[in-house]
């Protein structure tokens, strides 16, 4: 048994990682969150995919998250693109850095007419704080969030 995520060795049991590869709606200029469907790998069963479609922290600690998002038929015109937050308990803790810019990430074209982004923060949790992810796009109509859309969360203290 695991005192509180630890293990024996000093190092972490607590590590997950969730990804959504089915489409998701996302309707232009609104952040839409992302419905995790597919658990890649959960340490300590802090993933809910059935009914909140969030991460839920089983220990106090610091959380390394990563979190990328993909949008299918953004275009490669200036200004259009997409955007990634990540939430914890329902407020915005970090956008990928484009938002400071005020320029999405844009279509490159590298991942078949998907435009992705990538937040990556480090925070300080307590038992049952909540991770969510949600993804945006400037483009008009509504667009998919499909393909590369994932969260993986470490606990490093």
Not at 92 to 100: D, F, L, P, Q, R
Request: charged share 15%; with cysteine.
């Amino acid at each position: 048994m695991w005192a509180s995520g630890v293990k024996a060795s000093g190092g972490f049991q607590s590590y997950s990682k969730a990804a959504r590869f089915s489409g998701t709606t996302v309707t232009p200029s609104t952040w839409t969150k992302i419905d995790f469907q597919t658990v890649i790998f959960d340490g300590l069963g802090e993933l809910d995919v059935d009914t909140n479609h969030r991460w839920d922290a089983a220990a106090d600690g610091v959380y390394e998250i990563v979190a990328v998002g993909s949008v299918k038929g953004v275009p490669s015109t200036d200004g259009k693109g997409c955007l990634v937050r990540i939430y914890k308990n329902g407020a915005v803790i970090t956008t990928n850095g484009y938002e400071e810019l005020g320029i999405p990430a844009t279509n490159i074209g590298a991942y078949g007419g998907r435009t992705s982004s990538i937040a990556v923060t480090t925070l300080a949790l307590s038992a049952g704080d909540y991770i969510e992810m949600y993804v945006y796009h400037n483009h008009t109509g509504d667009l998919l969030a499909e393909g590369c859309n994932y969260c993986t969360i470490k606990r490093i203290a």
